[in-house]
């Protein structure tokens, strides 16, 4: 039988509790369907740079002329170079990877629709941002516009024909 193209989703949206304060956001009916497709490998870039659970809450602030991830408590808690060394080192050590779904709106994992302060826009949190520069044009979804079944099944054939052509 053929190999299951793999992708890497949030651990938080695995159900694992990794969030900041000690919570998960599962979504069980979209990993089940995902399972069903895919191979799948979670990841949480927060907790694997060796941050705690639960942890300091960070947010994403223009600084220096770049997006940095700072602590909304304690402004000297710094996470930015961790979490895009952590990407840099997932992606390649992870070349089997065929695709990512990652949980909105997180300063590490959100796709396009994390808030970036002062000032309200929005951007992709570190993780994701460097892995879309690193592997650019690997499927990246987050799981609010995966819950429209048409989306579902277009990131699904999008995962698998990036898996043909590059694994
Ligand atoms: S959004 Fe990303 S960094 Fe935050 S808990 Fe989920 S997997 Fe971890």
């Not at 779904?101 to 309200?120: D, E, N, Q, Y």
């Not at 826009?121 to 690997?138: D, M, N």
């Amino acid at each position: 039988m053929k190999e299951k193209p793999t992708v890497a989703v949030s651990r938080c949206l695995l159900g694992e509790n990794v969030r900041y304060d000690g919570q998960t956001k599962a979504m069980p009916q979209l990993i089940n369907q995902l399972a069903a497709e895919f191979s799948i490998v979670g990841v949480c870039p927060e907790v694997e740079i060796g941050l705690s659970v639960p942890r300091p809450a960070v947010q994403l602030v223009f600084f220096d002329d770049s997006v940095q991830a700072v602590g909304i408590e304690d402004a000297e808690l710094n996470i930015t170079q961790d979490l895009l060394s952590f990407a840099d080192n997932f992606v390649s050590t992870n070349p089997i990877i065929s695709g990512y779904v990652l949980k909105a709106r997180s300063p590490s994992c959100g796709l396009g629709t994390t808030p970036i302060f002062p000032g309200g826009e929005v951007g992709s949190g570190l993780f994701a941002h460097r892995v879309q520069q690193q592997q650019k044009h690997v499927p990246m979804i987050d799981e609010i516009r995966l819950s429209a079944p048409l989306v579902l099944r277009q990131f699904v054939e999008a995962v698998k024909s990036y898996a043909k052509t590059n694994n």
